[in-house]
């Protein structure tokens, strides 16, 4: 049976997760109401800006629902502004900004700083370039969070490598939820996906 993975489409890069989906085989459905969020198997919160998201959460009459669904497990990958919506703390955020407490880390926003607001760097994931003879994963960083803490349940997945931000956490896993503060959507490199699809299909 086909997987059916729902993108939240309220606001940020939908179009990019939707087609990288489509191209790992399986039923990309965007979500903008809760009867669309019922029948999927698995929902990706894309990049984006997260206080905007979070309004329309409420806007939509999704916060609730995704919210529940979430707790009861439904896998969940958030790639940048969707990595700080499904964290536990979130700062330098707005006071009024609702998250989805799905993931025990906490996340700082747009933490690279003005000289590097966006970037790009290879880094090795978890689970993905440690196969034989895996490329590295080139990451692309746009005002991007870092996780500052993981809680006990927390897999840390990518460090970045080089440059001042050496050590910074990138990519996480906590049971079926998986974060990235980079876009895997953007560079044609299936593999995060690809993972996010696996969890999904085992979860
Ligand atoms: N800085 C954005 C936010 O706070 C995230 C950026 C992104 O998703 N590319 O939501």
Not at 19 to 43: F, H, K, Y
Not at 119 to 142: C, K, R, S, W, Y
Not at 149 to 171: D, I, K, M, N, Y
Request: charged share 20%.
């Amino acid at each position: 049976m086909t997987l059916t993975i729902g993108v939240l489409a309220l606001q940020g890069d939908v179009r990019e997760h939707l087609g990288a989906l489509e191209s790992s085989g399986v039923q990309p459905i965007p979500v903008r109401r809760p009867a669309e969020l019922e029948v999927v198997d698995g929902i990706v919160i894309p990049g984006g800006e997260s206080t905007a998201m979070s309004r329309l959460l409420g806007v939509f009459d999704l916060y609730d629902p995704l919210v529940s669904r979430l707790r009861a497990g439904l896998p969940a990958y958030g790639s940048c502004a969707g990595m700080i919506l499904l964290a536990s703390k979130i700062l330098d955020t707005r006071a009024d900004a609702r998250h989805l407490d799905a993931l025990d880390i906490t996340v700082r926003r747009n933490a690279f700083g003005r000289q590097t607001e966006s970037f790009e760097t290879n880094l090795q994931f978890a689970g993905i370039t440690d196969d034989d003879g895996a490329e590295p994963m080139h990451a692309v960083f746009i005002r991007a969070p870092w996780v500052e803490e993981t809680g006990p349940g927390v897999e840390v997945l990518a460090t970045v490598e080089s440059g001042p931000a050496t050590g910074r956490v990138v990519a996480v896993r906590q049971e079926n939820v998986l974060a990235t503060s980079f876009h895997p959507e953007v560079t044609g490199d299936l593999r995060v996906h690809q993972f996010f699809i696996d969890m999904v299909a085992t979860a």
